[in-house]
């Protein structure tokens, strides 16, 4: 999304122009706070300084927002699994994933929890597409995490025996209980605990 500014309409016709990517950004704050479903056009709009005409206009439906919100989420806060991913090795890659997470999730300045987990919450059937991107967006982080991991096994880094799907869905599942106590209000020394605890079950 361009930082440009966008055209748009006034309530009273006239054209105005407003900052397209702190818009995404406002929204992108919305939807992390309440979900998809629980993320009213009324909230959008509001947080977004802009009326109904100038969102469509500018970014599509609800759902285009969303997904253009997952995006600039994904690149943004989340981008800690990919700088993990690309750690040396597969015990650097564990704790730099856990490290990010408890670093976006314990941040005061964001909303708790994460956006993947927060936007699929009460999703009903309306929301179904967006509850299976979710999902798959979720999917893929762990297969991302199992490949680095049998390359590690390939490398001789982890033994042989070393089950790598179980091993990629434990930090996955460590990373989704993170994010639900940080929700809940759990402090940042608190999720680094678990996060430093979990590590001892890493395969050094």
Known sequence: ?????????????????????????????????????????????AAMGINRPSLYSAFGNKESLFRKAMQR??????????????????YQMARALLDGAVDV???????????????????????????????????????????????????GELVEATDVSTLAAYLATVIHGLAVQSAGGSSAAELRAVADHALLRFPA
Request: charged content about 25%; proline content about 4%; some cysteine.
């Open 105 to 155: 999730l314990s941040n005061p300045g964001n909303p708790g929890g994460c956006l993947s987990i927060q936007g699929a919450l009460v999703c009903g059937d309306e929301a179904k597409a967006i509850r299976e991107e979710l999902v798959t967006m979720r999917s893929s982080t762990q297969l991302a995490i199992r490949e680095r991991l049998e390359r590690a096994k390939r490398e």
């Open 1 to 45: 999304m361009s930082t440009e500014s966008t055209k748009s309409l006034s309530s009273l016709g006239r054209p105005r122009e407003f900052d397209a990517d702190l818009a995404l950004e406002k929204a992108l704050r919305v939807f992390w706070e309440k979900g998809y479903e629980g993320a009213s056009m009324a909230d959008l709009t």
């Open 73 to 90: 989420y994904t690149a943004g806060p989340a981008s800690y699994v990919t700088r993990a991913l690309e750690m040396p090795t597969a």
